[in-house]
Nanobody
Framework: QVQLVESGGGLVQAGGSLRLSCAAS????????MGWYRQAPGKQRELVAV???????TYRDSVKGRFTISRDNAKNTVSLQMHSLKSEDTATYYC?????????????WGQGTLVTVSS
């Protein structure tokens, strides 16, 4: 069993910064792509950023230039540094990872961490 545990959400004023972190724990697994999704009230969950095990990154257009995703493969962690936060960034942010256990790829999700940006 692999678990993803997030931390770092909270309340911040518009224009401020926050850093989210997520750690994968368990045994006998390999972490492939890792990413962050978010879901605002009444809206569908959407991809924010993803990073491959090789370090290639993809961002949704609305966060390009403001958010940076990074990972530490040795620690199986992924982080999301968020700058210039806007009220529309308010959402619950979920860590996501493709985990391989005994050659079978599985999708893992964290429990979510709330980010609230006040205007």
């Amino acid at each position: 069993q692999v678990q993803l545990v997030e931390s770092g959400g909270g309340l911040v004023q518009a224009g401020g910064s926050l850093r989210l972190s997520c750690a994968a724990s368990g045994s006998n697994f390999i972490v492939n792509n890792m990413g962050w999704y978010r879901q605002a009230p009444g809206k569908q969950r959407e991809l924010v950023a993803v990073i491959t095990s090789g370090g290639s990154t993809t961002y949704r257009d609305s966060v390009k230039g403001r958010f940076t995703i990074s990972r530490d493969n040795a620690k199986n962690t992924v982080s999301l540094q968020m700058h210039s936060l806007k009220s529309e960034d308010t959402a619950t942010y979920y860590c996501n990872a493709v985990i391989t256990i005994e050659t079978i790829p599985r999708l893992a999700w964290g429990q979510g961490t709330l980010v609230t940006v006040s205007s």
